[in-house]
């Protein structure tokens, strides 16, 4: 089952570049988080912002109340990356439109705790492709400035791919 229909096929749409080409992850600018947020709810999707400008706990606290940490499991995320995968697969993403988890920070997020950062983006990342295997939309748009030195990094076999330039009035 196919998750974009030939109309919806066009490298300059941020879902289809994350999924096609970008192994589940995007990168905007800040300056392009408003228009892109309305473009993505325009097209039906959930969008899920996590502030990665704060202390790791607070991070930790937004993934585990998205990912409903104490209903499934009994208690709260702590960090470690064998929960957060374990979160991520009981992730209820719809048949119809999709998810996207919004990192705000990414960028201070990556210089607070590279590894576990990298972690995060390969089960993201790991994530996407799962949802696109049943045909489902899942991918993760991480908001840094253009020159981020987070642009360019790599995570597991993904690199993360550089400020687009979108046109989301469309």
Not at 16 to 25: P, R, S
Not at 143 to 165: H, K, M, W
Request: glycine share 14%; proline share 4%.
């Amino acid at each position: 089952m196919a998750i974009f229909g030939g109309d919806e096929i066009s490298w300059q749409s941020i879902d289809f570049t994350a999924l096609a080409g970008g192994g589940g992850l995007a990168s905007i600018a800040p300056a392009d988080r408003d228009p892109c947020r309305s473009w993505l709810l325009r097209h039906g999707y959930q969008v899920v912002s996590v502030d990665g400008t704060g202390d790791f706990a607070a991070v930790c606290g937004e993934l585990s109340r998205w990912l409903s940490f104490e209903e499934l499991y009994g208690h709260r995320f702590n960090g470690g990356l064998d929960a957060l995968r374990d979160g991520f697969l009981d992730l209820e993403v719809p048949e119809t439109g999709g998810v996207v988890l919004e990192l705000l920070g990414l960028d201070r997020l990556w210089l607070a705790d590279c590894e576990w950062t990298k972690g995060l983006l390969q089960i993201a990342s790991e994530t996407s492709a799962y949802n696109m295997a049943i045909g489902r939309r899942f991918f993760t748009i991480g908001v840094v400035a253009p020159d981020s030195p987070i642009l360019g990094e790599t995570f597991g076999s993904q690199v993360v791919p550089r400020c687009g330039s979108e046109d989301f009035g469309a």
